[in-house]
């Protein structure tokens, strides 16, 4: 629900009292935590707190007579609606014409007594805040604070550090010991030249020790700390997270354990002598510590590792995947069904399917807040209905439906657009080449190693002739029951230098948004397979792990080309096959009529 407007005047205004107090000029609210996470605990809200913008990316900055706030192009209408009535004016990023931070508060803060700006240095990377401090002192001498929590003063009823039980992930859904991994990653760190490292992303800390959480909205991690040394590893946590059953079982691992708010301490008084400390991931007031320590400014060895599954992972894919079909076919069936009686709305397909999700084995949670937008609601990326913003779904137009499923074995993501009834030719023509997108992706082959950026241009061939783009990314990679996006790699416009590797999940979602009228976006998750090894090297390709029919109703056939349609029947035949064991004889006639050739 939109935050009332007079209750984000109110909080600007104990904002601006505090700024004058500590003799601040701005101040800076970045979208993450202390540990650089997309997706934060309520605590670390802060950016979402003042400003009333809920999107998961966006950095909101207030100064004593103004404010405004940056996102990108999947926010800007979200944010438009819910910044109206406030004081922050919106900023949209990668936009012509759009100041930067650093040049906006330039401007902004011309001519008062003091040119110092704070930001909490613990929910900003050192990377982020290094080059914020460049920027500022290009732009006028601006100087940085970084050492003040400021909501901590005004945030009066803020949320506590969360306190929810850690589980432990079984060995046959992880296919890789606790300990066989810190053992990976401590050969890693010495080809490094480090002998420890400190982890603070809260994934890398779950896949390492094989542990889940609830401590972040629709992803299985929890808050804490970990220090991989030579001879032994250190998790700090809230004790009261811990079981006697986890304790026992880390202590088999070779983990200790210590408070959470004893990391600054930890980092002071480590003993080792180097430590490995990521500078594009570790917030700048851990990164500025400096015990007795070499520091070793690098990337940390964990996300890649955590981004190559092992075949037990794979595997669980493949099997959550099946699961995830079922549930999405018996909705899909039961949409086409309902819709015409008038009663649904976005809010309650989004609640029909997670219920159907839910009815599945080792079913946990969703992966993310579902995506259910009808008709203009499509075109707005990242919308997500809301009891203001809920919409009756009519026989007629475009549902975009983009959701998933946390798994014990898996992550899904998949996104759908269905027709409910007429559509126009433009809703087919926009939809047909939004396909000739996703099946041109994930039937690429390509060399291993190729970076995501190179392979990117293959989704948008179509639309680009047609004088149409979309400006987010075409796909990201997804955690094995942990976060939905993952990296480091990644298919997107922005170059990403990451490389394609055999056992890398990836999505493939391109998309058109046309503004007040209708979206869509078809999306499957991909696993990264080998293909074939020449005299020219190896070459890779996706394996489509998503079993779900795409909707062949709004499909302008003579737009595809005969290997195109060879491709999707050739998909809805692999569909059928996989889920169809797995369903009573009317769903699976419903199934066979919706993945026919065409």
């Known amino acids: 629900m939109t935050t009332d407007k007079q209750t984000i005047a109110a909080r600007l205004a104990a904002l601006r009292e505090e700024m004058r107090r500590e003799h601040l000029s701005a101040f800076i609210f970045p979208s993450s935590d202390p540990h650089n996470s997309e997706y934060v605990p309520s605590r670390w809200e802060g950016r979402k707190w003042i400003s009333g913008f809920d999107g998961s990316a966006g950095t909101a900055v207030v100064t004593l007579h103004s404010a405004a706030l940056w996102t990108d192009s999947r926010y800007f209408l979200a944010a438009e609606e819910q910044l109206a009535g406030t004081e922050f004016q919106l900023m949209r990023e990668r936009v012509d014409g759009t100041p930067s931070i650093a040049e906006w508060i330039a401007t902004e803060i011309e001519g008062v007594e003091s040119s110092e700006i704070g930001v909490d240095g613990m929910c900003m990377t050192y990377a982020e805040c290094s080059d914020l401090k460049t920027d500022l002192k290009h732009n006028g001498g601006i100087t940085v604070r970084t050492n003040l929590d400021i909501l901590d003063r005004i945030w009066t009823d803020r949320p506590s550090v969360p306190l929810n039980p850690v589980s432990i992930q079984p060995i046959e859904y992880a296919g890789e010991s606790c300990h066989d991994k810190l053992g990976r990653i401590r050969s890693s760190l010495l080809r490094r030249g ?200 009519r026989p007629e137009g475009f549902l975009l439906l983009d959701s998933g499923a946390q798994y014990l074995d898996g992550t899904t993501d998949i996104t759908r657009t269905i027709q409910l009834g007429n559509v126009t030719d433009l809703h087919r023509r926009v939809y047909t080449l939004v396909l000739k997108g996703h099946l041109s992706l994930q039937n690429l082959c390509f060399p291993r190693g190729a970076a995501g950026t190179q392979l990117d241009a293959v989704a948008r061939v179509a639309m680009w002739r047609e004088g149409m783009n979309f400006m987010h990314g075409t796909g990201h990679g997804v955690g094995s029951y942990l976060s939905v996006h993952e990296g480091p790699h990644q298919i997107r416009q922005e170059y990403r230098p990451a490389p394609m590797l055999e056992g890398m999940t990836v999505t493939d979602e391109p998309g058109l948004y046309l503004a007040g009228k209708f979206g869509v976006r078809i999306e499957n998750t991909l696993l990264t397979v080998p293909y074939m090894t020449t005299e020219f090297g190896k070459f890779l390709r996706f394996e489509p792990l998503t079993l779900c029919p795409i909707d062949t109703r709004p499909i302008v056939v003579d737009m595809l080309s005969t290997e195109e349609l060879g491709l999707l029947n050739a998909y809805h035949k692999m569909v059928y096959e996989r889920l169809s064991p797995m369903l009573d004889e009317e769903h699976k006639a419903w199934l066979a009529d919706k993945t026919r050739s065409l």
């Not at 909205?217 to 991989?228: D, G, Q, R, S």
């Not at 700090?236 to 059953?245: F, V």
């Not at 990337?299 to 894919?317: D, L, Q």
Request: charged share 25%; hydrophobic share 40%.
């Open 194 to 393: 480090a002998c420890g490292m400190l982890m603070t992303q809260l994934d890398d800390i779950a896949w390492t020790l094989n542990l889940r959480g609830t401590d972040v909205h629709c992803t299985p991690v929890f808050v804490a700390w970990l220090i991989v040394a030579e001879e032994v590893a250190v998790l700090y946590i809230k004790d009261e997270k811990l079981s006697p059953e986890v304790i026992e079982y880390l202590n088999a691992e070779g983990v200790a354990v210590d408070d959470y708010d004893n990391i600054i301490d930890a980092l002071n008084s480590y003993d080792g002598y180097t430590l490995l400390i990521d500078p594009a991931t570790t917030n700048y007031t851990l990164s500025q510590l400096r015990g007795n320590f070499n520091l070793v400014s690098a990337p940390s060895p964990v996300p890649e590792m955590k981004a190559i599954k092992n075949e037990v992972e794979c595997n669980g894919f493949r099997n959550a995947m099946q699961r995830d079909g079922v549930a999405m076919v018996k909705f899909l069936k039961w949409l086409e069904e309902a819709v015409p009686k008038g009663c649904e709305t976005e809010l309650s397909v989004s609640a029909k399917l997670r219920q159907l999700r839910a009815e599945q084995p080792l079913f946990k949670d969703e992966s993310f807040d579902t995506i259910a937008g009808y008709e203009e609601h499509g075109a707005i990326v990242h919308y997500e209905p809301t009891p203001d913003t809920d919409v009756p779904l």
